[in-house]
């Protein structure tokens, strides 16, 4: 197949991308347990929200539930990413596993305010996407006190206690801007709402729309490599929208790239969520430059670099050389 090249075509790739610390630590964490006890490993969702890396290590040994109730009795299973409940910490004891917590230290970090918050009787208004796990994780910690705000359309229908006594937590993934917005009409209707001790969408979530931003406004068209399941993929694609882009869309990898996408473009930005391994990133590239866009530039908006330490649990059987 031959592609029309002309010479103006490019790709605008943003940094930074992909993978974050929370996720490094996550992926790794089943790779050091696969090394360390062998197959198989289980573990509870996926560890990262990500097809491509979840079929790696399923090749590798990892075997992927949904419940803790599907692991044997005494197994080893790792608690993604994204956080689990107490009650699921619970389960799992009662099941004599033995446990591996790849939560995620910015996702601790909100469990850890949602207690506090709870413990001196607040009420928490938590915005984020039902369903997902990290809020059913969250919310977890305080069921009784935990109201969730999902969209903007929920902020005129949440109930609360005591609007005088009433915070508001995250999920760590969501659009800074549409976050912004709606914590202001949130206090618009409960004025003596408080703010976080500090932001819970992370420096990750941050960092890449911040980036996306960037290109954005220099593309007609944005790829995001990220899968269907990852929100803070889904949020590139909407802010790339919001920023400029004329079109934008979120894709597990290159074959999800159709020739229409690129009918008039002359420049293509390229990004990829924070669970999104760069190999796949390469397979974008290398598919654009088939059809002409070969011309690639690298535009950094903010440099990074948090590194989290591997599970506790882990540490320790490394350092006893188990
Ligand atoms: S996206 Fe943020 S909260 Fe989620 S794993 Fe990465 S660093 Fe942690």
């Known amino acids: 197949m031959t592609f029309e090249t002309p010479a103006t075509r490019r790709v605008l790739v943003a940094r930074p991308r992909g993978y974050c610390a929370g996720v490094d630590r996550a992926v790794q964490a089943v790779e050091k347990a696969l090394e360390l006890y062998g197959a198989p ?3 509870r969702k996926q560890i990262v929200h990500n097809t491509h890396v979840v079929r790696t290590l399923e090749k590798r040994g990892a075997i992927f539930v949904e419940e803790t109730e599907e692991v044997p009795e005494g197994a080893i299973v790792v608690f993604s990413a994204h956080g689990v409940s107490p009650a699921v910490h619970r389960e799992a004891a009662e099941r004599g596993l033995r446990t591996i917590d790849a939560t995620c230290p910015l996702v601790t970090k909100v469990h850890n305010e949602a207690r506090r918050f709870a413990s001196q009787d607040y009420d928490i208004l938590l915005i984020g996407h039902e369903g997902h796990e990290e809020v059913e994780g969250t919310a977890g910690e305080a069921p009784d006190h935990i109201r969730l705000v999902d969209g903007l359309d929920a902020v005129d229908t949440v109930e609360v206690k005591d609007p005088d006594r009433l915070v508001w937590l995250s999920q760590t993934t969501l659009s800074v801007d549409e976050t912004t917005e709606t914590v202001t009409r949130l206090k618009e209707r409960f004025p003596n709402l ?8 992370c420096y990750a979530t941050q960092n890449r729309q911040v980036a996306v931003k960037e290109i954005a406004a220099e593309a ?3 790829i995001v490599v990220g899968s269907q399941n990852s929100s803070n993929s889904k949020r590139l694609v909407e802010v790339a929208l919001d920023h400029g882009a004329d079109a934008s869309y979120l894709v597990d990898d290159a074959s999800f790239i159709r020739d229409e996408w690129l009918d008039g473009v002359t420049t293509v930005g390229v990004t990829s969520g924070a669970s999104v391994p760069e190999d796949l990133v390469d397979g974008v590239l290398a598919h654009l430059a088939e059809r002409g866009f070969a011309d690639v530039e690298e535009v950094e908006s903010v440099q990074e670099s ?6 506790h649990e882990l540490r320790k059987d490394l350092r ?3």
């Open 41 to 43: 490993v289980y573990v």
């Open 194 to 201: 408080i703010d976080p001790p500090s932001d819970d969408i």
């Open 220 to 222: 007609q068209l944005v």
């Open 306 to 311: 948090v590194r989290f330490a591997l599970p």
């Open 320 to 322: 006893a050389g188990v």
